[in-house]
């Protein structure tokens, strides 16, 4: 499986700011996913992210909220843009591996105040 | 649409016995089923699959889980647990699109295992 790495681990932000997620796989992958999980709650997959093109949006979920980059094969960032409180989740980052299953990253613990 | 569903918030068992997390799901066609593991402040680990072949399958940390296509069920199950297997535990299922099974994961709502010792 990859070796999938999150930065930052936690962060705890504004009202009104925007904090960028980054994420790094250890091996070329084609397909890098996104995935939200809000306090108590299951994921729910937010976008998935292209080597380029642009990423593609679940519903609800929008670029101008979710602007996503994927400039290479090992890279992906994700930017939760202008913060509310509803916003503190975990964001995950995935990929998919060998026989069709996703590996998933430590994911990214976001506290908005 | 595709779903998966866990109807047990949290499941309690004591060490060294038999557990069982139930999954069922909901699909058109040929379903892929997931079960992956979350350890508290950790991301999501795999723990098994099932897309085809032998109705029982065997993953990490001595867990299996068992097929069943006229129950449309997926249960996770280890002989005997260990204290050290309490965790949040989810089942999924790969969506179904249009054109064939796409790369989106739906997430059952997950199910808390608790053993004591």
């Known amino acids: 499986s990859a070796v999938i790495s999150q930065k930052p681990s936690r962060d705890i932000c504004q009202r009104g700011t925007s904090l960028t997620i980054q994420c790094q796989v250890d091996?070329?992958?084609?397909?890098m996913f996104w995935y939200r999980q809000q306090p108590g709650q299951s994921l729910t997959l937010i976008a998935t992210?292209?080597?380029?093109?642009?990423?593609?949006?679940e519903s609800g979920f929008v670029i101008d909220k979710f602007p996503i980059s994927r400039p290479n094969l090992t890279f992906s960032t994700l930017t939760v843009s202008n913060m509310s409180p509803e916003d503190s989740s975990i964001y995950l980052c995935?990929?998919?591996?060998?026989?069709?299953?996703?590996?998933f990253g430590p994911g990214t613990r976001l506290l908005v105040l | 649409a595709q779903s998966v569903a866990q109807p047990e918030d949290q499941v309690n068992v004591a060490e060294g016995n038999p557990l069982t997390v139930k999954c069922t799901y909901s699909v058109s066609g040929n379903p892929y089923l997931f079960w992956y593991v979350q350890y508290p402040n950790r991301g999501l680990q795999f723990l098994l699959k099932y897309i085809t072949g032998d109705n029982l399958v065997k993953g990490s940390y001595g867990f299996e889980a068992e097929f069943n296509k006229s129950q449309t069920s997926f249960h996770l199950k280890k002989p005997s647990a260990l204290v050290s297997d309490s965790a949040l535990y989810f089942c999924a299922v790969r969506d179904i699109g249009y054109g064939g099974a796409t790369n989106k994961l739906i997430f059952g709502t997950g199910t808390l295992l608790a053993v004591q010792p």
């Open positions: 091996s070329q992958v084609t397909m």
């Open positions: 992210a292209n080597q380029g093109s642009e990423a593609t949006y």
């Open positions: 995935s990929v998919e591996g060998w026989g069709e299953t996703q590996y």
